[in-house]
């Protein structure tokens, strides 16, 4: 397995095979968010193919770097893959200044709460949705501690 920088491309087919992403982005919305924003694009690549990947970007321009997108082929989990893509965009950010990590999630995500969790993120806020399941919960991690 080897975790390296993408490209959009790979990434929107890879998302295309990851079941919790309902309607993955196409690529013109990933160059409309990222555009000339400082980003971070991640893939792991494992048996020849893109299995993985982790996408951050700028998005606040606060001190914060933003996990935006991600996702792991359901044949590739369990193997701690996406932990390693996490802790190199967290290292990633940290050398180029950002003091602290973000994200959300929706509540149906569970294993995705958890594994936040788990990586030292914690609750910072939450967003109700009509459906329960749909509302989005918040984290954040300080970096460089």
């Avoid at 606060?62 to 996702?71: C, E, K, P």
Wanted: aromatic share 12%.
């Amino acid at each position: 397995m080897k975790i390296r920088e993408g490209t959009i491309t790979e990434i929107v087919e890879a998302s295309q095979h990851v079941p919790e992403l309902m309607n993955p982005y196409e690529e013109r919305v990933y160059h409309e968010r990222l555009g000339d924003t400082e980003h971070l694009m991640l893939v792991a690549e494992a048996d020849g193919k893109v299995v993985g990947f982790k996408v951050g970007y700028n998005r606040y321009k606060d001190g914060s770097f933003y996990s935006w997108m991600g996702g792991l082929l359901p044949a590739y989990r369990g193997q701690g893959i996406y932990q390693q893509l996490t802790e190199i965009m967290e290292q990633w950010a940290s050398e180029n200044g950002y003091s602290h990590m973000l994200l959300k999630t929706r509540n149906k995500l569970k294993p995705m709460i958890r594994f936040c969790l788990s990586q030292g993120y914690h609750v910072s806020g939450f967003s109700e949705h009509k459906d329960p399941m749909e509302s989005r919960v918040y984290f954040r991690k300080e970096l460089g501690l």
